[in-house]
T-cell receptor
Protein backbone atom coordinates (compact mmCIF):
# COMPACT_ATOMS: atom_id res chain seq x y z
CA UNK A 1 0.00 0.00 0.00
CA UNK A 2 0.89 3.65 -0.07
CA UNK A 3 3.41 4.86 2.47
CA UNK A 4 5.40 7.91 3.42
CA UNK A 5 8.79 7.67 5.08
CA UNK A 6 10.56 10.62 6.62
CA UNK A 7 13.75 10.98 8.56
CA UNK A 8 13.59 10.38 12.26
CA UNK A 9 14.17 13.19 14.66
CA UNK A 10 14.70 15.05 16.67
CA UNK A 11 16.75 17.40 14.58
CA UNK A 12 18.58 20.10 16.54
CA UNK A 13 20.03 23.09 14.71
CA UNK A 14 21.42 26.47 15.58
CA UNK A 15 19.65 29.55 14.34
CA UNK A 16 20.47 30.40 10.70
CA UNK A 17 21.57 26.84 9.93
CA UNK A 18 20.41 25.03 6.79
CA UNK A 19 17.59 22.54 7.22
CA UNK A 20 16.81 19.41 5.27
CA UNK A 21 14.19 16.89 6.28
CA UNK A 22 14.06 13.91 3.95
CA UNK A 23 10.82 12.38 2.78
CA UNK A 24 10.16 9.59 0.32
CA UNK A 25 6.89 8.08 -0.73
CA UNK A 26 5.62 4.84 -2.17
CA UNK A 27 2.39 4.99 -4.06
CA UNK A 28 0.48 3.79 -7.03
CA UNK A 29 0.59 6.64 -9.46
CA UNK A 30 1.68 10.12 -8.55
CA UNK A 31 -0.14 11.47 -5.54
CA UNK A 32 -0.19 15.05 -4.34
CA UNK A 33 2.48 15.65 -1.72
CA UNK A 34 2.33 17.91 1.31
CA UNK A 35 4.33 19.17 4.23
CA UNK A 36 2.37 20.00 7.37
CA UNK A 37 3.72 21.70 10.48
CA UNK A 38 2.49 21.31 14.03
CA UNK A 39 3.61 23.94 16.52
CA UNK A 40 3.54 23.07 20.22
CA UNK A 41 0.00 22.81 21.49
CA UNK A 42 -1.55 23.53 18.11
CA UNK A 43 -3.16 21.64 15.27
CA UNK A 44 -1.62 20.82 11.93
CA UNK A 45 -1.15 23.54 9.38
CA UNK A 46 -0.41 23.08 5.72
CA UNK A 47 3.08 24.40 5.04
CA UNK A 48 3.39 23.69 1.33
CA UNK A 49 2.28 21.29 -1.35
CA UNK A 50 3.02 19.99 -4.82
CA UNK A 51 0.53 18.29 -7.05
CA UNK A 52 2.68 16.89 -9.85
CA UNK A 53 6.22 15.91 -10.74
CA UNK A 54 8.79 18.73 -10.76
CA UNK A 55 6.43 21.06 -8.94
CA UNK A 56 8.11 23.11 -6.23
CA UNK A 57 6.08 24.08 -3.21
CA UNK A 58 7.28 27.01 -1.14
CA UNK A 59 6.11 29.01 1.85
CA UNK A 60 7.74 31.01 4.66
CA UNK A 61 11.22 30.26 3.30
CA UNK A 62 10.60 26.51 3.14
CA UNK A 63 10.78 24.66 -0.16
CA UNK A 64 10.22 21.13 -1.41
CA UNK A 65 10.38 19.75 -4.93
CA UNK A 66 8.36 16.77 -6.12
CA UNK A 67 11.00 14.41 -7.57
CA UNK A 68 9.39 11.61 -9.53
CA UNK A 69 12.65 9.84 -10.31
CA UNK A 70 13.61 9.51 -6.66
CA UNK A 71 10.04 9.51 -5.29
CA UNK A 72 11.12 12.19 -2.86
CA UNK A 73 9.79 15.46 -1.46
CA UNK A 74 12.53 16.73 0.83
CA UNK A 75 11.86 19.84 2.88
CA UNK A 76 14.54 22.54 2.92
CA UNK A 77 15.06 25.95 4.44
CA UNK A 78 18.17 28.01 4.01
CA UNK A 79 18.20 29.71 7.41
CA UNK A 80 16.07 28.43 10.26
CA UNK A 81 14.79 30.52 13.13
CA UNK A 82 13.89 29.62 16.69
CA UNK A 83 10.25 30.10 15.74
CA UNK A 84 10.56 27.21 13.26
CA UNK A 85 10.79 24.75 16.15
CA UNK A 86 7.89 22.37 15.58
CA UNK A 87 7.03 18.92 14.28
CA UNK A 88 7.01 18.56 10.52
CA UNK A 89 4.93 15.91 8.77
CA UNK A 90 5.37 14.79 5.20
CA UNK A 91 2.16 13.50 3.68
CA UNK A 92 0.87 12.25 0.41
CA UNK A 93 -2.10 10.73 -1.18
CA UNK A 94 -5.07 10.95 -3.38
CA UNK A 95 -8.43 10.73 -1.69
CA UNK A 96 -6.92 9.63 1.64
CA UNK A 97 -3.78 11.27 2.93
CA UNK A 98 -1.03 9.15 4.43
CA UNK A 99 1.26 10.81 6.95
CA UNK A 100 4.87 10.18 7.76
CA UNK A 101 5.92 9.69 11.36
CA UNK A 102 6.85 13.33 11.84
CA UNK A 103 10.21 14.97 12.49
CA UNK A 104 10.66 17.16 15.52
CA UNK A 105 12.86 20.20 14.91
CA UNK A 106 14.54 22.17 17.69
CA UNK A 107 16.24 25.42 16.76
CA UNK A 108 18.61 26.92 19.32
CA UNK A 109 19.29 30.63 19.57
CA UNK B 1 -10.53 31.21 5.10
CA UNK B 2 -10.66 27.41 5.37
CA UNK B 3 -11.05 27.23 9.13
CA UNK B 4 -12.00 24.05 10.94
CA UNK B 5 -13.04 24.09 14.56
CA UNK B 6 -13.37 21.31 17.10
CA UNK B 7 -15.31 21.23 20.32
CA UNK B 8 -14.43 20.62 23.02
CA UNK B 9 -10.70 21.29 22.94
CA UNK B 10 -10.19 19.00 25.91
CA UNK B 11 -12.40 16.71 27.92
CA UNK B 12 -12.01 14.47 30.91
CA UNK B 13 -14.52 11.70 31.41
CA UNK B 14 -14.98 8.66 33.58
CA UNK B 15 -14.49 5.16 32.32
CA UNK B 16 -17.68 3.74 30.84
CA UNK B 17 -19.18 7.04 29.77
CA UNK B 18 -19.52 8.37 26.22
CA UNK B 19 -18.01 11.52 24.81
CA UNK B 20 -19.00 13.44 21.69
CA UNK B 21 -16.53 15.56 19.73
CA UNK B 22 -17.72 18.02 17.10
CA UNK B 23 -15.87 19.08 13.99
CA UNK B 24 -17.08 22.06 11.98
CA UNK B 25 -15.90 23.68 8.80
CA UNK B 26 -16.60 27.33 9.47
CA UNK B 27 -16.33 28.95 6.09
CA UNK B 28 -16.59 26.18 3.54
CA UNK B 29 -18.59 23.09 2.78
CA UNK B 30 -17.08 19.65 2.87
CA UNK B 31 -18.62 16.42 1.70
CA UNK B 32 -15.75 14.57 3.27
CA UNK B 33 -14.18 14.93 6.68
CA UNK B 34 -11.55 12.74 8.26
CA UNK B 35 -10.96 11.68 11.85
CA UNK B 36 -7.47 10.98 13.09
CA UNK B 37 -5.96 9.87 16.34
CA UNK B 38 -2.55 11.04 17.46
CA UNK B 39 -0.59 9.44 20.26
CA UNK B 40 2.09 11.46 22.07
CA UNK B 41 5.04 12.21 19.82
CA UNK B 42 3.63 10.05 17.06
CA UNK B 43 2.06 10.60 13.70
CA UNK B 44 -1.58 10.83 12.82
CA UNK B 45 -3.46 7.61 12.39
CA UNK B 46 -6.49 7.81 10.15
CA UNK B 47 -9.47 6.33 11.94
CA UNK B 48 -12.28 6.91 9.50
CA UNK B 49 -13.57 8.92 6.62
CA UNK B 50 -16.80 10.74 7.34
CA UNK B 51 -19.15 11.12 4.40
CA UNK B 52 -22.06 13.54 4.46
CA UNK B 53 -25.31 11.72 4.05
CA UNK B 54 -23.87 8.25 4.25
CA UNK B 55 -22.07 5.89 6.58
CA UNK B 56 -18.51 6.51 7.59
CA UNK B 57 -15.72 4.37 6.20
CA UNK B 58 -13.53 2.97 8.94
CA UNK B 59 -9.89 1.98 8.65
CA UNK B 60 -8.86 -1.54 9.44
CA UNK B 61 -8.67 -2.19 13.14
CA UNK B 62 -10.93 0.69 14.17
CA UNK B 63 -14.07 -0.41 16.00
CA UNK B 64 -17.03 1.21 14.32
CA UNK B 65 -19.32 0.45 17.25
CA UNK B 66 -16.96 2.19 19.62
CA UNK B 67 -16.19 5.24 17.53
CA UNK B 68 -19.50 6.42 16.13
CA UNK B 69 -19.28 8.98 13.37
CA UNK B 70 -22.14 11.07 12.10
CA UNK B 71 -21.82 13.58 9.29
CA UNK B 72 -25.00 15.53 9.82
CA UNK B 73 -24.41 18.31 7.32
CA UNK B 74 -21.85 19.68 4.90
CA UNK B 75 -20.22 21.58 7.75
CA UNK B 76 -20.52 19.25 10.73
CA UNK B 77 -19.19 15.83 11.63
CA UNK B 78 -19.26 14.28 15.09
CA UNK B 79 -17.22 11.51 16.67
CA UNK B 80 -18.68 9.77 19.69
CA UNK B 81 -16.40 7.60 21.78
CA UNK B 82 -18.76 5.14 23.43
CA UNK B 83 -18.07 3.38 26.71
CA UNK B 84 -14.71 5.08 26.94
CA UNK B 85 -11.78 3.39 28.64
CA UNK B 86 -8.41 4.76 29.69
CA UNK B 87 -6.77 3.32 26.56
CA UNK B 88 -9.01 5.60 24.50
CA UNK B 89 -7.22 8.61 25.98
CA UNK B 90 -5.62 10.38 23.07
CA UNK B 91 -5.58 13.46 20.89
CA UNK B 92 -8.35 13.32 18.30
CA UNK B 93 -8.04 15.49 15.22
CA UNK B 94 -10.50 16.09 12.43
CA UNK B 95 -9.90 17.52 9.01
CA UNK B 96 -12.08 18.64 6.17
CA UNK B 97 -11.47 18.81 2.48
CA UNK B 98 -13.22 21.72 0.75
CA UNK B 99 -15.57 20.84 -2.03
CA UNK B 100 -18.64 18.85 -2.70
CA UNK B 101 -17.01 15.86 -4.32
CA UNK B 102 -14.33 13.31 -3.48
CA UNK B 103 -11.46 15.58 -4.36
CA UNK B 104 -7.77 15.04 -3.72
CA UNK B 105 -6.66 18.44 -2.54
CA UNK B 106 -5.27 19.41 0.82
CA UNK B 107 -7.16 19.02 4.03
CA UNK B 108 -7.70 21.66 6.67
CA UNK B 109 -7.26 20.49 10.20
CA UNK B 110 -9.06 21.26 13.39
CA UNK B 111 -7.03 22.14 16.48
CA UNK B 112 -7.67 18.76 18.04
CA UNK B 113 -9.46 17.47 21.12
CA UNK B 114 -7.55 15.94 23.98
CA UNK B 115 -9.54 13.17 25.63
CA UNK B 116 -8.55 11.83 29.02
CA UNK B 117 -10.48 8.89 30.40
CA UNK B 118 -10.05 8.27 34.12
Amino acid sequence: GDSVTQMEGPVTLSEEAFLTINCTYTATGYPSLFWYVQYPGEGLQLLLKATKADDKGSNKGFEATYRKETTSFHLEKGSVQVSDSAVYFCAGGGFKTIFGAGTRLFVKA
Amino acid sequence: GAVVSQHPSWVICKSGTSVKIECRSLDFQATTMFWYRQFPKQSLMLMATSNEGSKATYEQGVEKDKFLINHASLTLSTLTVTSAHPEDSSFYICSARPGLGSGTGEQYFGPGTRLTVT
